[in-house]
């Protein structure tokens, strides 16, 4: 659906997102439409030969990211290795956690960055979507 991204914490909207699920229910797609900064998008599925969900993250700028993970008690947790997050030569680690909020609606999405490949870890970036209300005529 159609969702308003906040920091969270914070009521002052950063994005919008769409995300749908494509593909007979195989697929989870977003599109991320922040008010600065790059856009971007991800495509989600779950690979059944590794038992893990995998995704691909394209920007703004030239390349893709891959993430991989699985499901934990009421969420998601997908890692992957970020070339340049950190600076020009400064690769990380982001492991992205998703935990819906049953009450709302809404998904939290906390980002932790490693530079000591996962030892230690770090926020990076926090955010809620919650969904837009769906018109009605």
């Known amino acids: 659906g159609e969702w ?23 697929a989870i797609r977003e599109n991320w439409m922040p008010l600065r900064g790059n856009d971007g998008g991800s495509l989600s599925g779950y690979n059944p030969a590794t038992g893990q969900w995998e995704q691909t993250w394209i920007g703004s700028s030239a390349g893709q990211i891959y993430f991989e993970g699985q499901p934990f008690r009421t969420g998601m947790v997908l890692t992957g290795t970020w070339p340049d997050v950190g600076g020009p030569g400064r690769d990380g680690l982001i492991r992205m956690t998703y935990t819906p909020n049953e009450l709302d609606g809404s998904v939290r999405q906390f980002g932790q960055v490693s530079y000591d490949e996962g030892l230690t870890w770090a926020p990076s970036f926090d955010f809620t979507y919650v969904p837009k209300k769906k018109e009605t005529k």
Do not use: H, M, Q, W
């Not at 308003?4 to 195989?26: H, M, Q, W």
């Open 4 to 26: 308003t991204v906040f920091p969270t914490g914070s009521e002052s909207k950063v994005a919008d997102s769409k995300i749908e699920r494509l593909y007979n229910g195989c």
